[in-house]
């Protein structure tokens, strides 16, 4: 019995190269040859057996999709948005974002200083950078501010 094991094992490896062997060498082999298709991504075939490319159809538009609306008006305070604002008890920070639809300058973002007991302590601003911003861009802006249990900002003004 473990001699005709043996030779099954022997022979599957002896006939194993030879039976792969017309695969690597025949390079018209559909599964080995890499073709080219010359077919567009987004199509359709016609009853009458031609391809109509419809990739202007397929894409996606990203004015429709990325843009963002700006808001527009005369109050430049309500298109103007504070983020990611940040004190760490010397220090106040934060961004602002221009949603307007024109280029703003000398963005400053008003804050105040509360107490424990919610008491405003003191009051501010702080200018932004860069000078410049324009719709849908941002400014960052750091400051020292007198010391407080909160420090919030109120609202940002800029000069169009």
């Known amino acids: 019995m473990k001699i005709l094991h043996f030779t099954l094992a022997l022979s599957t490896l002896l006939i194993s190269p030879l039976s792969a062997s017309p695969l690597l060498a025949d390079s018209r082999n559909t599964k080995i040859q890499i073709s080219q298709i010359d077919e567009p991504f987004c199509y359709m075939k016609t009853p009458d057996g031609k391809t109509v490319d419809l990739g202007k159809l397929c894409e996606k538009s990203l004015n429709s999709e990325t843009a963002q609306t700006c808001i527009s008006g005369s109050n430049i305070a309500a298109k103007l948005s504070i983020a990611a604002v940040n004190y760490?008890?010397?220090?106040?920070?934060?961004?602002?974002?221009?949603?307007?639809?024109?280029t703003i300058?000398?963005?400053?973002?008003?804050?105040?200083?509360?107490?424990?007991?919610?008491?405003?302590?003191?009051?501010?601003?702080?200018?932004?950078?860069?000078v410049t911003v324009a719709p849908g861009e941002s400014a960052t802006f750091r400051g020292a501010v007198v010391a407080g249990a909160k420090v919030q900002a109120t609202y940002a003004d800029a000069l169009e």
């Open 88 to 102: 760490d008890g010397s220090f106040f920070s934060g961004k602002v974002v221009n949603q307007g639809c024109k």
């Open 105 to 130: 300058k000398n963005v400053k973002v008003n804050y105040e200083v509360l107490d424990e007991s919610g008491n405003l302590i003191d009051n501010g601003f702080i200018d932004a950078l860069p």
